[in-house]
Structure formats: C-alpha cells, structure tokens
C-alpha cells in the first residue's frame, strides 16, 4: 500500500517529523511518500495555485513523474486534507482510501468554526508583521501544538526547515484563498474515509470535522487533548486508530 503524506498552509514535509517513519514501521508493507505542495518546501520558489484543483493536478503529475503509480492512501491534515478530499473527487479510481486530520470544508461550516477567530490576529501578524523567523514559528507552534515539554526541541527543527526553504508572503496568502474559496462536493468520497480531530484543536474547531464526518456517514475519532498538529502531539494515537479503521475496512 503506498500512503501518499500531505501537509497544511506554508507546512512542508520536513514539519511531518519523525513521523513516516514511526507509521511506516507500524504498518509492514507499506510505503510512505511525503509531498510538499507548491509553494512550500522544496518547491518554495513555485507559485501556489490558487485553487485545491490545481494543487492536485500537481500532485498526481509529480506521483506519476516519480514512476509511483495509483492507487494511493492519502493522508493529509488542514489545507492538505482539502487536497486529499478534491483528489478523490478528480480521480476516485486513484485514491482507495483517505485519512483527514483537523480540517474543513465551506459546504459544511461556517468560516468563524473553519479558522476560529482568536486566531485573525495571529495570522495577519505571521503574514505581515512577524519579521524574525523565531516569531514567525512560534505564532504557528502556539496556534498548531498543546506540545510544551517538546517546543525547544520542535523550534529548532522548524527554523531550520524555514531556513533552508523559506515560503514567501505572497504563496502564503494564495494558499489561504485556495482554501477559502474551495467548496467540496455534498456528495460522500468514493473511497473510503477515516476522519481524526482534536478535542481541543485552537485553529480548526473539531465540530468541523464531525460535521463532515455526519454529512459523509463515515468514522471519526476525536482526540482529547491534541491540538491541530495532531501528528506531531499524539503520533501514537493517531497511529492506532489508522490501524483499527484498516482492520474494520479491508477495502481500504
């Protein structure tokens, strides 16, 4: 099974961690490939699209570039869970099943639950003020992680990912109005879904996710103490409950 990594706004692969590794020794068999989006990563000097259709066509030519081809598991969190849930509208035969984490979709909740608005300020001040890039992580750490024993360690490895491949202020800004203006089928995925949220999740409320998960009658699970970056603040978990939902739907 290849499980195809997508990340959230200005995040790139390096944000994942230790993580593909931890779920693919969880997982015998399994592949895990990491993608950055345009704009972000690797790929900082591209301009973001500014639609989550354009972000998969670039997904699947990249997949297809590399000789990797479908189907595919994805699992993505935030805005890449935007990209997963249109992917598997755009090409259902290429996606046998998704895990989304944390996000939303405009044709199920209202904006002030999809970007809760403690966080208006922060983000105009990651985009526009914050002109040292220790401010500019420690924003996003705060609104993303209820991780407090880990942030020293987690700063570091952020500031050099944004070192080496720094997103500018105009892609940031594109990937917001991707987002904002993405409008998801009413209609339940062809694949199967499996969607996890945090209880406790300061940037995306988790009644997004169970609006979803109601909507497209199909599982979800709610962590009680994560926060957004759900991968990063209970990796365990998140894990295990990949696992049982594999166990429960074979198909998948």
């Not at 590399?66 to 090409?91: F, N």
């Not at 999740?201 to 909507?215: G, K, N, Q, R, Y």
Request: proline share 6%.
């Amino acid at each position: 099974m290849t499980w195809i990594f997508l990340r959230g706004l200005t995040r790139e692969t390096a944000h994942w961690g230790s993580f593909p590794d931890a779920f693919q020794h969880a997982l015998p068999g399994s592949s895990v490939i990491c993608l950055d989006l345009p704009g972000n990563g690797q790929l900082h000097g591209m301009a973001s699209p500014l639609s989550i259709a354009g972000m998969v066509a670039y997904c699947r030519r990249e997949l297809i570039r590399r000789g990797q081809p479908p189907p595919y598991c994805l699992l993505a969190m935030s805005l890449g869970a935007m990209v997963a849930t249109e992917w598997s509208y755009m090409a259902a035969s290429e996606i046998s099943g998704c895990v989304l984490i944390n996000t939303s979709l405009r044709a199920f909740s209202p904006f002030y639950r999809r970007l809760q608005p403690r966080n208006y300020l922060r983000l105009l001040k990651l985009l526009l003020l914050a002109k040292k890039p220790a401010d500019a992580e420690r924003l996003v750490l705060q609104m993303t992680s209820h991780l407090a024993d880990r942030q020293a360690q987690v700063m570091d490895e952020w500031l050099q990912a944004r070192a080496r491949h720094p997103v500018s202020t105009a892609n940031g800004l594109r990937q917001i109005v991707a987002a904002l203006r993405y409008r998801a089928s009413s209609r339940s995925p062809a694949a199967k879904v499996l969607i996890l949220c945090s209880e406790h999740d300061a940037l995306v409320h988790a009644s997004c996710s169970l609006a979803m998960a109601a909507h497209w009658n199909c599982p979800v699970q709610l962590n009680p103490f994560a926060g957004h970056d759900l991968a990063l603040d209970d990796p365990a978990w998140l894990i295990e409950r990949v696992q049982q939902w594999l166990e429960s739907v074979p198909s998948a």
